[in-house]
C-alpha cells in the first residue's frame, strides 16, 4: 500500500475523518493504530521484527535509566542487538524476510535509547508511544529520521481541525505526487532500459540519462517526502524536512546538508562527532597541536571521522559493492575539500572580483552537480560492473547521433515531463529564496487558487506513468 | 570565575580556533553568526574550550547547545 495507490487514499481518508471525530486525547490511539496497520500491510515476518525492535528499544531505554551504574553495558548491547539484526537482513537468508524501512526504523530506535543513555530526553514508560514514534506511517518506510525528543509531543498532543494547515498539507501531498508518478515514474520509463543494458550506449546519451536519473532519484524522494510532511500536517503534526533545494548547491559538503538531510543529521550526532570526540581522534588532534601544526591538527581527525561516517553510510545502503564505492566517494570529495580549504581561501583572497559573482557561483552550483550525477553512477545500477561500463562508455565516443535518436525515441516520455520538471524548478526556486509557494497558493483568490488545484490535479490524471507497483527508489533499504 | 571573565576566554578560544581576532561572540551569537563554524569547527572549539578549562562537555551538550549563552551555562557548572 505505498502513498500513490487509490487503496492508500481510502486508507488515508478514513484515518483522517476519524482522527478529527474521536476526542483530542485519542487521536494519537488512531494514528497508532492506523500506522500498525499500514505497516502490517507490508507483511507479517516485517510487522513481527518491528515490533520486537520498539521492545527492545523501549525496554533498554527503561532499564538503562533505572540502572545508571550498567547503563554503558545495556546501551552497547541493545545497540549490538539492533546491528546485528540490520547485518543479518543484508545476507541472502535475510534478504528474503527483509522488512521494509528496516534500515530507517533501526536507526531511530538507535536514536532513541542513545538519547536515554546520554540523558537527554526521559524513558517512555508507555511502549505504545514508543511504538507510535517508530511506526508512524508516514515516516516508517523513508524517514525523516525524527529525534524522540521533538517529535513525543507533536505526535502524543490532541490537534484541532485547522482548515488552512489541512489546505496546505493536501498541496504538499499533491505536489508529491505529481513529482513522483507524473517526473519520477516517466523518467523512469527513459532511463530504465539502459540500466538495465548499459552497453550500446555511448557519450551524450550516458550523460543525458545521468542527468534525467539524477531529476529522477530527487523527483522519487523528495516526492515521497512532500508526502509524508504533507499527509502528517493535515493531522496538525510537523514533522523534519528532509530536502532543502540540494541542486543549488556549490559544494558536496554542502549538497549532505540539503539532501536527505535528516540522515546527514543522524548521523552527525551519532556517529560523526562521537567519532571525532575518541581517543583516537582527539589524540591525533593534541599530537599535531604540539608539533604547531594546525593545519593537520584539524584535518587529519575531521578525515579520520569523515572515512568512518561514510563507511558506514555505505553500509547502510547495503552491503553491494556500488553504495560503498558511491558512499567512500562522496566522503573522498568532502575529505579532499577539506584538505584544500586554505588552498582555496588563498585563491579566492587573491583571485579578481570575478570569482567572487554570482556567475562564479552558478559554475559552483554546475560543478556539484556533475559530480553528484557521476556519483549516481555509482548508486543506481546494480552491478559495480555496469557502473564502470557506463563511465567508459562515456569517453569512447561522443555519439551526438546516437543521443539525438535515444531522445526522439522517449520523446512522448520526454514531452509529459516538462511541464512537472518546470514546476519542480519553479517550486524549489521559491524555496531557494525562502518563499512557500503553496502558502502563497493558498492566499489567492479561490477561483485563481482552485484552477491551480484542478490544474494539477488533471496534469497528474493525464501524464502520469503506470509503475505503482514500482515504489519508490529507496523503498529497497 | 565570573561569567564576564569566562566569556572572555571564551572569546581568546574563538580567535585562536577561527585564526580571527576580530570575531567578538556574546551570550546571544549563534554558529550562522560566525563564518566557518561548521560542525568541523564546533568539535574543534568544543576541544579548545575543554582543554582551556579543564572540563568536559557531555555529548548532549555537544550537540544541544543551541548559543554561546548556553555554552557559558556549561562552563560555568562544571568550573564552579
Not at chain 1, 513481527?48 to 525496554?59: D, E, K, P
Not at chain 1, 514508560?125 to 513525543?152: A, C, M, T, W
Not at chain 1, 517526502?225 to 554542502?254: C, H, Q, T
Request: proline share 3%; glycine share 6%; net charge neutral.
Amino acid at each position: 500500500m505505498t502513498f500513490t495507490t487509490l487503496t492508500f487514499a481510502y486508507f488515508f481518508i478514513a484515518v483522517f475523518l476519524l482522527y478529527y471525530i474521536v476526542p483530542k486525547k485519542w487521536q494519537w490511539i488512531v494514528t497508532l493504530l492506523a500506522s500498525l496497520f499500514f505497516y502490517f500491510e507490508t507483511g507479517i515476518p516485517g510487522f513481527i521484527m518491528m515490533l520486537l525492535s520498539v521492545l527492545v528499544s523501549w525496554g533498554s531505554a527503561l532499564f538503562i535509566e533505572k540502572a545508571r551504574n550498567k547503563a554503558s553495558l545495556i546501551f552497547a548491547v541493545s545497540v549490538l542487538i539492533f546491528i546485528v539484526v540490520l547485518v543479518l537482513m543484508r545476507t541472502p537468508f535475510g534478504s528474503l524476510v527483509m522488512p521494509l524501512g528496516l534500515s530507517f526504523y533501526t536507526l531511530q530506535c538507535i536514536g532513541y535509547v542513545t538519547e536515554v543513555y546520554r540523558g537527554s530526553t526521559d524513558a517512555e514508560k508507555n511502549p505504545l508511544r514508543v511504538l507510535l514514534y517508530v511506526s508512524f506511517f508516514p515516516h516508517i518506510l523513508q524517514g525523516p529520521f525524527e529525534d524522540y525528543n521533538e517529535l513525543k509531543s507533536r505526535l502524543n498532543e490532541g490537534h484541532d481541525f485547522d482548515y488552512s494547515n489541512v489546505c496546505n498539507g493536501a498541496g504538499r501531498f499533491a505536489l508529491g505526487l505529481l513529482k513522483k508518478l507524473v517526473l519520477a515514474d516517466r523518467i523512469g520509463y527513459v532511463v530504465d532500459p539502459v540500466f538495465d543494458n548499459a552497453s550500446g550506449y555511448y557519450g551524450f546519451t550516458i550523460v543525458f540519462v545521468m542527468a534525467l536519473y539524477t531529476i529522477q532519484l530527487y523527483a522519487d524522494f523528495s516526492g515521497y517526502m512532500d508526502m509524508a510532511v504533507g499527509m502528517s500536517k493535515m493531522l496538525g503534526i510537523e514533522i523534519r524536512e528532509n530536502f532543502n533545494v540540494p541542486y543549488a548547491s556549490k559544494s558536496m559538503a554542502e549538497f549532505w546538508r540539503r539532501w536527505h538531510m535528516s540522515l546527514g543529521l543522524w548521523f552527525k550526532v551519532y556517529v560523526f562527532y562521537p567519532m571525532l570526540r575518541t581517543k583516537l581522534c582527539s589524540g591525533v588532534s593534541f599530537y599535531f597541536k604540539k608539533k604547531k601544526n594546525k593545519y593537520l591538527m584539524k584535518t587529519l581527525p575531521t578525515a579520520i571521522a569523515l572515512t568512518v561516517n561514510w563507511t558506514l553510510i555505505g553500509l547502510w545502503h547495503g552491503f553491494d559493492a556500488n553504495y560503498l564505492c558511491y558512499d567512500w566517494f562522496c566522503g573522498a570529495v568532502i575529505i579532499f575539500s577539506e584538505f584544500m580549504r586554505p588552498v582555496y581561501a588563498s585563491v579566492n583572497d587573491k583571485a579578481p572580483k570575478v570569482f567572487k559573482s554570482k556567475f562564479m557561483d552558478a559554475l559552483r552550483v554546475v560543478r556539484t552537480f556533475i559530480i553528484v550525477m557521476f556519483s549516481f553512477m555509482m548508486f543506481r545500477p546494480t552491478q559495480l560492473s555496469t557502473s564502470f561500463l557506463m563511465m567508459k562508455e562515456i569517453f569512447i565516443k561522443t555519439d551526438i547521433s546516437g543521443c539525438a535518436n535515444f531522445i526522439y525515441n522517449n520523446i512522448y516520455d520526454l514531452f509529459l515531463i516538462m511541464i512537472p520538471f518546470v514546476i519542480l524548478l519553479v517550486v524549489d526556486i521559491f524555496k531557494y529564496r525562502e518563499k512557500d509557494i503553496l502558502t502563497m497558493i493558498h492566499s489567492l483568490n479561490p477561483v485563481f487558487r482552485w484552477t491551480i488545484y484542478i490544474a494539477v490535479a488533471v496534469l497528474i490524471y493525464v501524464c502520469k506513468g503506470d509503475r505503482s507497483a514500482a515504489g519508490f527508489a529507496y523503498y529497497i533499504f | 570565575m565570573s561569567r564576564e571573565e569566562i566569556l572572555s576566554k571564551v572569546n581568546d578560544v574563538f580567535h585562536d580556533v577561527f585564526d580571527d581576532d576580530s570575531i567578538v561572540v556574546v551570550e546571544s551569537t549563534t554558529a550562522d553568526d560566525v563564518e566557518d563554524w561548521d560542525s568541523l569547527m564546533h568539535i574543534t572549539l568544543i576541544s579548545e574550550i575543554e582543554s582551556a578549562f579543564g572540563m568536559k562537555f557531555q555529548m548532549k551538550d555537544v550537540v544541544g547547545m543551541k548559543n554561546v549563552g548556553e555554552m557559558l551555562d556549561i562552563i560555568e557548572k562544571a568550573v564552579s
